[in-house]
T-cell receptor, first 115, second 111 residues
Framework: DSGVTQTPKHLITATGQRVTLRCSPR?????VYWYQQSLDQGLQFLIQ???????AKGNILERFSAQQFPDLHSELNLSSLELGDSALYFC??????????????FGPGTRLTVT | GQNIDQPTEMTATEGAIVQINCTYQ??????LFWYQQHAGEAPTFLSY????GLEEKGRFSSFLSRSKGYSYLLLKELQMKDSASYLC????????????FGSGTKLNVKP
């Protein structure tokens, strides 16, 4: 158990819908990262927040957005869902705002299925 | 652009040694990470290299050559539980945490 929690574990929804994925980082960690993992694309970095502020952006679609709240939990919002958005979404946390040597602790993931 | 290459799949025998290679081309470099991921589970951290050389941690070692854009993960005394995907990840810039992961190498350990 990494100490990172994600809810829900599974989510099934229809195309065009909007969903929210939730992540609580390890106690004391200020950084939250979001990743998408699909079978054909591997693990793709989406976005990083540090202490409430966006720090880095990866291959995140405009239909997706995220935020980190004062209690440090984070939410990833996915809208106008398409079949291709079906994937495993991971949240990870680390104590640092920079990547220098700090490992990331991954949550168990949310499996999103868009039908 | 960022390019990270790993072999797709490898097979090795229990008790043997296996080396998983990773080559990368990124704009700037802040370190290279190796993660292990069992099927359907979250990745777990194995190692971090930022300077050239070998980092050893128990049965696992990781090597980095910055000039060659090359790393490898060495697994010794293979066990069946080592069957998993091994992900190479590069952080291209300091202060900006855009991690780029390779597609992963699926390692099959056979008895």
């Amino acid at each position: 158990d990494s100490g990172v929690t994600q809810t829900p574990k599974h989510l099934i929804t229809a195309t065009g819908q909007r969903v929210t994925l939730r992540c609580s980082p390890r106690s004391g960690d200020l950084s939250v990262y979001w990743y998408q993992q699909s079978l054909d694309q591997g693990l793709q970095f989406l976005i990083q927040y540090y202490n409430g502020e966006e720090r880095a952006k990866g291959n995140i679609l405009e239909r997706f957005s995220a935020q980190q709240f004062p209690d440090l939990h984070s939410e990833l919002n996915l809208s106008s869902l398409e079949l291709g958005d079906s994937a495993l979404y991971f949240c990870a946390s680390s104590p640092s705002g920079t990547s220098g040597g700090y490992e990331q602790y991954f949550g168990p993931g949310t499996r999103l299925t868009v039908t | 652009g960022q390019n990270i290459d790993q072999p797709t799949e490898m097979t090795a025998t229990e008790g043997a040694i296996v080396q998983i290679n990773c080559t990368y081309q990124t704009s700037g470099f802040n370190g290279l990470f190796w993660y292990q991921q069992h099927a359907g589970e979250a990745p777990t951290f194995l190692s971090y290299n930022v300077l050239d050389g070998l980092e050893e941690k128990g049965r696992f070692s990781s090597f980095l050559s910055r000039s060659k854009g090359y790393s490898y993960l060495l697994l010794k005394e293979l066990q069946m539980k080592d069957s998993a995907s091994y992900l190479c990840a590069v952080s291209p810039q300091y202060n900006f945490n855009k991690f780029y992961f390779g597609s992963g190498t699926k390692l099959n350990v056979k008895p």
